[in-house]
């Protein structure tokens, strides 16, 4: 087996997982603080079905989350042509539609892992910080957070994770594009069905390494969240 079969396209390919892995999660985690909190904390009417429509990536073909993301941003729909007037911006065909839509995907578990970092705080912890005159903020900052550390990295590497190993919704938005949009899943899937097995490996190594990684790194701080 020749693992020196690295060209300008497989380099560009794990760069790009790399990225997009790092990114999604980096950009999932105030989104995942926010939503996690209101779920393990909050109380309203509509919350199940507020909390099954921001889990629903984990279920939907990721194709779908693809399709409806293409719908809601392609140059024809309405968000998608005010975005890219307004300020050159665009997801389709180009890398920031793979970011997005490892964000879209991945953002669920953080969500998920904050929600359950947060339900497993002793709410006695705020109520003795606020008797002792820290504001809200202060509190949850300096008591909360801390608490929460665990299900904080817990959920950021299972997101890139996550991220590493999408497909679907990518190559519906981004497209699968050699040095463009072609990230690690896609560009074993092109190899694939070119028949250029031999040439597949290394992209494998590094999807298993960076997956196993991210997935033996979250659930060692789930564990002792």
């Not at 393990?40 to 409806?68: D, E, M, N, S, W």
């Not at 065909?93 to 953002?107: E, I, T």
């Not at 969500?111 to 006695?124: S, T, V």
């Not at 299972?158 to 899943?185: H, K, M, Y």
């Amino acid at each position: 087996m020749d693992f020196n079969l690295f060209n300008s396209d497989t380099w560009f390919a794990v760069g790009l997982s790399l990225v997009c892995g790092l990114l999604s999660a980096i950009i999932s985690v105030p989104w995942g603080v926010f939503w996690g909190w209101i779920f393990a904390r909050t109380h309203f009417k509509g919350k199940v079905i507020l909390q099954t429509l921001l889990y629903l990536p984990l279920v939907l073909p990721p194709v779908l989350t693809g399709y409806f993301l293409l719908l809601l941003l392609g140059r024809n729909a309405a968000l998608g042509k005010w975005l890219f007037e307004l300020f050159h911006l665009s997801f389709v065909l180009n890398w920031k539609g793979a970011l997005l839509a490892s964000v879209v995907v991945g953002s669920p578990f953080m969500i998920e892992a904050m929600r359950q970092a947060f339900a497993n705080i002793d709410e006695r912890y705020e109520m003795i910080s606020r008797s002792l005159g820290a504001d809200t903020w202060r509190s949850f900052f300096t008591i909360i957070m801390p608490l929460a550390r665990g299900g904080l990295i817990a959920g950021f590497f299972l997101v890139f994770a996550r991220s590493v190993g999408e497909f679907g919704a990518t190559i519906i938005l981004a497209g699968n594009i050699p040095g463009q949009t072609q990230t690690i899943p896609l560009a074993i899937f092109s190899k694939v069905y070119a028949g250029e097995e031999s040439t597949v490996w290394p992209l494998i190594v590094f999807a298993v390494i960076f997956s196993y990684a991210g997935l033996a790194i979250s659930n060692h701080y789930h564990r002792h969240n």
